[in-house]
């Protein structure tokens, strides 16, 4: 199947500190999709990318989807520790009929008060 | 809109039980749902998805005769664990497409299976 990239895997920021983290596949994909997961809840959906160089935000979050359609990226501004969980990026299964996602392995956000 | 809902959120049984977990979309129908599990700090893995009216398509190396799902309606799916192990123990959750034809997926909150 597809692999994501998705680096860094882990993140220790300060509180405040601004966040970026990316995602980069060897295929070209229509969607960038970015979730977010706490501790033992299931993945929240926090932006949906759908052309290639949209920039799009949802409050401090921005998430860019890159021209070449094989990558993504994800920033936080001014980190509060509530921006703690896992971030996965995803994109659709172009050959999938029932709409399979494929997952990058996460990035792991610790934010320090 | 789009909340997906699962039950129980934590489910505790023995070896050699079946358990079922329920996903239910609240507020959409869904002719398709995904059932997904996670082991700690890792990512989803799809085990199958779920079509309404129909059998399910299990990902390769998921046993069907072992994770049962039926999709009897619009708006629930369900998912037995027949004859539970230890190793079965993990994070299951769902997930539903809001519209069939948008790729993104709405998850449930997850229930936590513990197999003793």
């Known amino acids: 199947g597809q692999q994501l990239n998705q680096s860094p895997q882990s993140m220790f920021i300060q509180e405040g500190e601004d966040v970026s983290m990316n995602c980069t596949s060897s295929?070209?994909?229509?969607?960038w999709l970015w979730y977010k997961q706490d501790p033992g809840e299931g993945p929240v959906l926090l932006i949906a990318?759908?052309?290639?160089?949209e920039l799009t935000s949802n409050g401090r979050l921005t998430a860019q989807f890159g021209i070449t359609r094989k990558d993504s990226f994800l920033n936080i501004s001014a980190s509060i520790p509530s921006d703690v969980g896992i971030y996965f990026c995803?994109?659709?299964?172009?050959?999938?009929?029932?709409?399979?996602?494929?997952f990058g392995r996460g990035t792991q956000l610790t934010v320090w008060p | 809109g789009a909340v997906v809902s699962q039950h129980p959120s934590w489910v505790i049984c023995k070896s050699g039980t079946s358990v079922k977990i329920e996903c239910r979309s609240l507020?959409?129908?869904?002719?398709?749902m995904f059932w997904y599990r996670q082991f700690p700090k890792q990512s989803l893995m799809l085990m199958a998805t779920?079509?309404?009216?129909?059998?399910?398509?299990?990902e390769q190396g998921v046993e069907k005769d072992k994770f049962l799902i039926n999709h009897a309606s619009l708006t629930l799916s369900t998912l037995t664990v027949t004859s539970a192990h230890p190793e079965d123990s993990s994070f299951y959750i769902c997930?539903?497409?809001?519209?069939?034809?948008?790729?993104?997926?709405?998850f449930g909150p997850g229930t936590r299976l513990t197999v003793t």
């Open positions: 507020d959409f129908q869904a002719t398709t």
């Open positions: 997930s539903a497409r809001l519209e069939p034809t948008l790729p993104e997926q709405y």
């Open positions: 779920s079509n309404e009216g129909s059998k399910a398509t299990y």
């Open positions: 995803a994109g659709p299964d172009r050959g999938s009929t029932l709409g399979r996602l494929y």
């Open positions: 295929s070209i994909f229509n969607t």
């Open positions: 990318l759908y052309k290639a160089g």
